[in-house]
C-alpha cells in the first residue's frame, strides 16, 4: 500500500464532488480488517460476521487522554499526540487495535486537537448511541457507561446543552436504540443544522460486515452498524450513513463522528486519513481507496457512469471537469 502523491492530491482537491467538500471528521477504533475490544468476548453473538467483539475501548481511550478522572489535561495535546497516546494506551492493555483518523480534508495533524473548532459560533448537537443489547446473546457490558462519560466531557469542555444532545440507549430510562431511532435521530440533527453549527455523532455497540449487494465495495462487504433491533429490522450499512450524513449536511456545518465498534475504519467513505501505526506523518489519500465507490456514489449529479471492466475502471460516460480529471490521475 502506498500513498497518493501531492500532484494527485491537489488534483483530488480541485475536482473532488462538492458533498465532499463538507468538514467532516471520523474517529474509529479500528480498522475495517480489525475487530474492537471490550470487556467481554461475544463470539456467540448472532451476526453475519460473528467474529467481532464489542467497542468500548476506543472511547474510554479517548476519554483516558482528554478527561481522566473527569478533568481536562493541563497541557493541549495536537492530533497526532491524542492518536499516538491512544494507541500507546491500548498497546500498553494488551490491544491490537489501531486508532485513526478519517476526513474529507486533509487535517494539519499538529494543530491543536478540537472536537469543536473555536471559530463555529453555531449551536452544537448531538447524537450518543450506546448499545449493550440487554437480554440478547453477546450482551455488552460498557456501552452506556461511553455514552454517559462521553455526554459529561462534551458538555464539560465544549458546552453542549442537554436540549442539543439525543441519547439513545437499552436502559430502560431513554429512548431505545432501534434502527428507525437511529436513523430518525441522525436525519433530525442534519436537518436541523445549518452554516457554522457543529455535530458530534457517538456510537458505541457492535458493528459488523456483510455481503456488499450494489457491488460498490472492493472487498465485497459493506460495514454496518447493529441496531438494538437487528433481527427484526436489519442493519444500518455504511451506504445508509453515506447518504444520511455526508450527502446530506448542509454547508458550513462541521461534523466529528467517534465510531467504537468493529470493522469502522471506513463506515463514511472519507479518503482523507491517519493511523496510529507509526507509518503516517500526516493525513494521506492510501493509493486503495475505493475511487470506484466514490463515483459511484456521487456520480449522477456528476454526469459520470462508471463500470468495471477487466479489473480495471472505465467511464462509459464522462461529463465534467472531475471526471476527466479524476480518471486521468487515478485510474490510467
Avoid at 498497546?91 to 463555529?120: A, Y
Avoid at 462519560?149 to 444532545?165: A, L, P, R, S, T
Avoid at 433530525?188 to 452554516?195: D, E, H, L, T
Wanted: hydrophobic letters at 35%; glycine letters at 10%; aromatic letters at 10%.
Amino acid at each position: 500500500m502506498g500513498f497518493l502523491d501531492d500532484r494527485q492530491r491537489q488534483e483530488f482537491e480541485e475536482n473532488k464532488p462538492k458533498a465532499l467538500q463538507a468538514d467532516i471528521w471520523m474517529i474509529s477504533g479500528c480498522e475495517d480488517r480489525q475487530t474492537s475490544a471490550d470487556v467481554s468476548n461475544v463470539a456467540a453473538f448472532q451476526l453475519p460476521d460473528p467474529q467481532g467483539r464489542s467497542g468500548g475501548a476506543c472511547t474510554a481511550t479517548l476519554l483516558n487522554v482528554l478527561y481522566e478522572d473527569e478533568q481536562t489535561p493541563w497541557e493541549e495535546y495536537s492530533f497526532v499526540e491524542v492518536m499516538t497516546k491512544m494507541r500507546a494506551f491500548l498497546k500498553q492493555k494488551g490491544f491490537s487495535q489501531i486508532p485513526q483518523l478519517s476526513s474529507t480534508r486533509p487535517i494539519d495533524m499538529n494543530d491543536k486537537f478540537n472536537l469543536v473548532p473555536e471559530t463555529l459560533p453555531g449551536t452544537r448537537r448531538a447524537v450518543l448511541i450506546g448499545i449493550n443489547y440487554v437480554g440478547q446473546k453477546g450482551q455488552l457490558s460498557g456501552c452506556h457507561n461511553d455514552v454517559f462519560n462521553m455526554y459529561n466531557y462534551i458538555q464539560d469542555y465544549y458546552g453542549f446543552q442537554d436540549e442539543d444532545v439525543t441519547v439513545l440507549v437499552d436502559d430502560g430510562d431513554h429512548s431505545p436504540p432501534t434502527k428507525a431511532n437511529i436513523l430518525a435521530a441522525y436525519q433530525k440533527v442534519v436537518r436541523q443544522s445549518q452554516a457554522g453549527d457543529a455535530i458530534f455523532l457517538h456510537y458505541s455497540g457492535h458493528g459488523t460486515k456483510v455481503r456488499d449487494l450494489n457491488g460498490d465495495e472492493d472487498d465485497g462487504y459493506d460495514e454496518a452498524l447493529v441496531p438494538l433491533d437487528f433481527k427484526s429490522a436489519g442493519l444500518i450499512l455504511d451506504d445508509d450513513l453515506n447518504d444520511m450524513i455526508v450527502k446530506a449536511l448542509p454547508a458550513g456545518v462541521h461534523v466529528v463522528a467517534l465510531y467504537d465498534c468493529c470493522h469502522s475504519g471506513t463506515v463514511l467513505d472519507l479518503p482523507y486519513i491517519y493511523k496510529a501505526d507509526g507509518k503516517y506523518n500526516r493525513m494521506e489519500i492510501e493509493d486503495t481507496f475505493n475511487f470506484s465507490k466514490l463515483f459511484a456514489v456521487f456520480g449522477g449529479k456528476l454526469g459520470v457512469k462508471l463500470s468495471q471492466v477487466g479489473g480495471q475502471l472505465v467511464a462509459t460516460k464522462v461529463g465534467g471537469k472531475l471526471a476527466k480529471g479524476m480518471i486521468k490521475q487515478f485510474f490510467k
